[in-house]
């Protein structure tokens, strides 16, 4: 029969542009997979056209922000952070366009979703306190810049005057006092800086509302200048009182040429911890319905 | 342990949305802003905030009868502000009338959070950045405002790059 010849003929179209979909998806997963070591391989254009420090390090000075892949403006670079239902929302995670979510135990998922019921009226920067490592780095909007010497990696980061202080090749302190941004120690490893930074506080979330985790955090970190213009960016995070297993998550960093650094004094005049109070005492009004 | 593919599934649409939005400045909007009460507001500027971690701007707005409301409005901090173009006493100044687009607080009342600001010149400035934390709504400027106008639909050019 016509019909169920176009039928078939239809079917079996879609199967073939499923499975050619499929191919490029692979093939530009495994692209992407194979990028970052292909660009470091010695005699590779953009690794050998960036700046290199004094004893052939990728050298990361400079002035940069995550959570934006867009060169412009600074409106342009930062318009759709913000997340708006129907758009995929501009991730910090600009190799991929999904990551997987944190592999959360039964009990820290459900606050996690309470916490996001709430929209996230319990977020602890409205208090003014650090977002801390990794969710400072990754976020967009605020720039940071790097300072980098052979012996120790600065990061300055300009919202709520963060600031990170890696040695390199250095073992972490055994009498640390848990802190909003932990201990890091750094070493290269070829191209890449990896960091290991452990000796958190549990005050912060990891990345959007909610994402909780306990003193037992421990952060690894890569970070590979690619480029001129990109640090690709690695964290695994573990977390044994609330996670499953590691999370890792893959996302770059965007150099921010001419951008100063200034400052953030975020008590100065926040109206928000006043209003959130307020809210607080009816729910009702801000909770979601679902 | 019971499996469970609907709940499984309805967590990770919600870390996928909750998890991976960046965080913007300093706080949810949600909380305090509702995405689906967008305002368009013309008035005389009565007082500016150039303050971390937002600033605020104050205008009188006159309605229909003659009444007038002083209305506060959150926008991005001054760091943000600056790079987009903005400089502070030289864009706007306390006795300019100006537009200002945004969305109304949660429990009403004459406060909201801004996305943009338009002089009486017909310039154009961001003063802070569209509804997150999937709250979604409607862009100002795509309904009716509360006052029965209209702003225009298409979003202004950036404004010009300044780091």
């Not at chain 1, 990061?155 to 040695?167: D, T």
């Not at chain 1, 932990?182 to 979330?205: A, Q, R």
């Not at chain 1, 921010?256 to 009004?285: A, F, H, I, W």
């Not at chain 2, 104050?58 to 987009?84: A, C, H, Q």
Request: hydrophobic share 35%.
């Amino acid at each position: 029969m016509q019909i169920g010849k176009l039928t078939n003929g239809i079917v079996i179209a879609g199967l073939a542009t499923f499975l050619a979909a499929l191919l490029l998806f692979a093939t530009a997963a495994a692209a992407q997979a194979t990028g970052a070591a292909a660009a470091q391989q010695k005699g590779d254009d953009a690794s050998a056209k960036i700046p290199r420090t004094a004893d052939g390090k990728p050298d990361m000075t400079g002035v940069w922000q995550g959570g934006s892949n867009r060169i412009g403006t600074w409106e342009e670079a930062n318009v759709d952070g913000g997340f708006v239902p129907g758009n995929v929302p501009m991730t910090p995670f600009a190799i991929k366009d999904k990551q997987p979510p944190p592999p959360y135990q039964d009990w820290a998922q459900k606050k996690v979703d309470e916490s996001y019921a709430r929209r996230g009226v319990d977020e602890p920067m409205v208090r003014c306190l650090p977002p801390g490592v990794p969710r400072t780095t990754l976020m967009g909007l605020f720039p940071m810049q790097i300072v980098q010497t052979p012996k120790m990696v600065v990061m300055l980061f300009e919202v709520f005057h963060e600031f990170r202080l890696i040695p390199i090749d250095a073992k972490h302190p055994d009498d640390l006092d848990p802190s909003y941004m932990g201990d890091s120690v750094g070493h290269w490893e070829g191209d890449t800086l990896v960091v290991d930074v452990t000796g958190f506080n549990d005050k912060t979330w990891l990345s959007g509302v909610g994402t909780i985790h306990s003193e037992k955090l421990h952060v690894v970190e890569k970070f590979t200048r690619v480029d001129m213009n990109t640090i690709l960016y690695e964290d695994t995070v573990e977390d044994p009182v609330v996670f499953t297993g590691p999370w890792t998550r893959h996302g770059t960093i965007m150099l921010r040429p001419g951008t100063r650094l200034q400052e953030y004094e975020c008590v100065e005049n926040n109206d928000d911890l006043l209003r959130y109070n307020e809210m607080l005492k009816d729910e009702s009004v801000f909770r979601r319905k679902q | 342990m019971k499996f469970r593919p609907l709940a499984i599934c309805l967590a990770g649409i919600v870390l996928a949305l909750g998890a991976s939005a960046p965080a913007r400045a300093h706080h949810s909007f949600g909380v305090e802003y509702d995405a689906n009460k967008p305002i368009s507001l013309t008035g005389t500027i009565t007082s500016i905030e150039w303050t971390n971690p937002h600033c605020f701007i104050y205008i009188d707005v006159k309605d229909k009868d003659g009444k007038v409301t002083n209305w506060k409005m959150e926008g991005f901090p001054p760091s943000v502000l600056y790079r987009s173009g903005w400089r502070r006493d030289v864009t706007v100044k306390v006795g300019d009338e100006i537009t200002m687009t945004g969305w109304q607080s949660r429990v009403g009342g004459p406060w909201g959070h801004s996305r943009e600001v338009t002089l009486k010149d017909g310039r154009k400035f961001y003063f802070g950045p569209p509804p997150g934390t999937g709250d979604g709504g409607n862009a100002p400027g795509a309904n009716p405002t509360p006052s029965g106008q209209t702003p225009p639909d298409a979003p202004p050019a950036p404004p010009a790059p300044r780091n």
